[in-house]
């Protein structure tokens, strides 16, 4: 099983500020199987990344995922009010499908 | 647009059964992989399992093996999960979401999700 560790586990930020999120992974993801989610209180994740850097559909352009191999990240380059969240990411390469933590990106 | 709508909140006791559900609109249902994922309060997302509603062909996580069984009643377009005998340590939200697909490749990432489903267990 892959297990992944994201950093930090809260990052706090004021609106406006860069985001910078880490996931990284116990061994290697096959073909940057990698995606990020965003969930906020109350509410579904909602998936921001797929494929390490792919944008879903409907998601801003200051969301951009990079990384391959063990590590990945998540950058919001300007922070909005509405991007305070839970960010998790996910491994798809290899069964079962595992989940990291979280990074709580909250309001300094 | 694509809408997955989950059943909603249910309080039971521990020992008793349960089946919950989650409808799928706006795609072919048939089409697409459907999963099921647990957050327990307070906590991260854990994956339990998968099945793809054309042929019913389910695979779980080694964590939730035996301890749910995941069904799909394509004529009406729902997926659904369910216990036999309920734990206090099934109390938790339960997503059902789509696997994604792109380039005509379908993948393990969750694109639609439903708004959950409270179970809570206590006696």
């Known amino acids: 099983e892959i297990v992944l560790t994201q950093s930090p586990g809260t990052l706090s930020l004021s609106p406006g500020e860069r985001a910078t999120l880490s996931c990284r992974a116990s061994q290697s993801v096959s073909s940057s199987y990698l995606a990020w989610y965003q969930q906020k209180p109350g509410q579904a994740p909602r998936l921001l990344i797929y494929g390490a850097s792919s944008r879903a559909t409907g998601i801003p352009d200051r969301f951009s995922g990079s990384g391959s191999g063990t590590d990945f990240t998540l950058t919001i380059s300007r922070l909005e009010p509405e991007d305070f969240a839970v960010y998790y990411c996910q491994q798809y390469g290899s069964s079962p499908l595992t989940f990291g933590p979280g990074t709580k990106v909250d309001i300094k | 647009e694509v809408q997955l709508v989950q059943s909603g909140a249910e309080v039971k006791k521990p020992g008793e059964s349960l089946k919950i559900s989650c409808k799928g609109s706006?795609?072919?249902?048939?089409?697409?992989?459907i999963g099921w994922v647990r957050q327990m309060p307070g906590k991260g997302l854990e994956w339990m399992g998968i099945?793809?509603?054309?042929?019913?062909?389910?695979r779980y996580s080694p964590s939730f093996q035996g301890q749910v069984t995941i069904s799909a009643d394509k004529s009406i377009s729902t997926a659904y999960l369910q216990w036999s005998s309920l734990k206090a340590s099934d109390t938790a939200m339960y997503y059902c979401?789509?696997?994604?697909?792109?380039?005509?490749?379908?993948?393990?990432?969750?694109?639609?999700w439903g708004q959950g489903t409270l179970v809570t267990v206590s006696s």
């Open positions: 979401a789509r696997l994604g697909c792109s380039g005509g490749s379908c993948y393990n990432y969750f694109d639609y």
């Open positions: 706006g795609y072919s249902f048939t089409s697409y992989w």
């Open positions: 099945i793809y509603p054309g042929d019913s062909d389910t």
